[in-house]
Each structure stands twice: as C-alpha cells, then as structure tokens.
C-alpha cells in the first residue's frame, strides 16, 4: 500500500492542482481514443484509460477539498 502524505496547499494552490489533474486526465483519455483508432493497440488504450481513471481518482479528492 502506498504511504499517505499530508500536505498544505492553499485555496489557490488546490485549484492550480485541480485545473493541471484535469488538464492531464484529458490528455490521457485523447491518447486512449487515438490507440483506439488503431487497431492493434489495446495495451496502450487500457494503459492510457487507467492512467486517467487514476487521475480522476485523485482530481475528485482534490476537487472535494476546493469545494470546503
């Protein structure tokens, strides 16, 4: 199990953290569509979909917190 980490950011910091998530998981799910497009790479489509289901995991975290 990963090590939990406790950080201090500010209002402004979670949503430069949220905003970069978010700008990230998209640049994922784009990738996952392109390897869809091709035919023979559903290594990298299940590669890049989990990458971003992981982000969107964390993004929802942080979104919690700029939403207090």
């Known amino acids: ?6 950080l201090k950011l500010t ?3 979670l949503e430069i953290l949220s905003d ?13 569509k392109e390897a869809r ?3 023979n790479a559903r290594e990298e489509v299940a590669t890049f979909t989990e990458a971003a289901e ?6 929802t ?8």
């Open 1 to 6: 199990m990963a090590a939990t980490v406790t």
């Open 11 to 13: 209002q402004d910091e």
């Open 20 to 32: 970069a998530l978010e700008a990230d998981m998209e640049g994922y799910l784009e990738a996952a």
């Open 37 to 39: 497009g091709r035919n």
């Open 54 to 59: 992981r982000i969107q995991g964390v993004l």
């Open 61 to 68: 975290k942080v979104q919690a917190l700029v939403e207090e």
